[in-house]
């Protein structure tokens, strides 16, 4: 799997896995210092079944734990994956 990139450009922030010429992302917005909503995450055809979409979620799930930082999970596949991972509870709003 290849490298996930962080983006933060003001109160919106970004997770982007490239591969093979294609792009999967995880978009968020920054509500305040300690609170984030992971608000939408796409992944191209081209990725589907790589596990791509799982990756990004488990960067967003590091980086908040790592930085103190709770998730609202407004995304469908976001809070797909807290469903399947009741260990994340730490970092889940």
Known sequence: ???I???IAGSKGRYVLQQDGAEAELTYSIASPKLIIADHTGVPDALR???AGAALVERLVADARAE???IVPLCPFVKSQFRRHPDWADVFQ
């Open 1 to 3: 799997m290849s490298e």
């Open 5 to 7: 990139a962080r983006e």
């Open 49 to 51: 079944g790589t596990g």
């Open 68 to 70: 103190g930082v709770r």
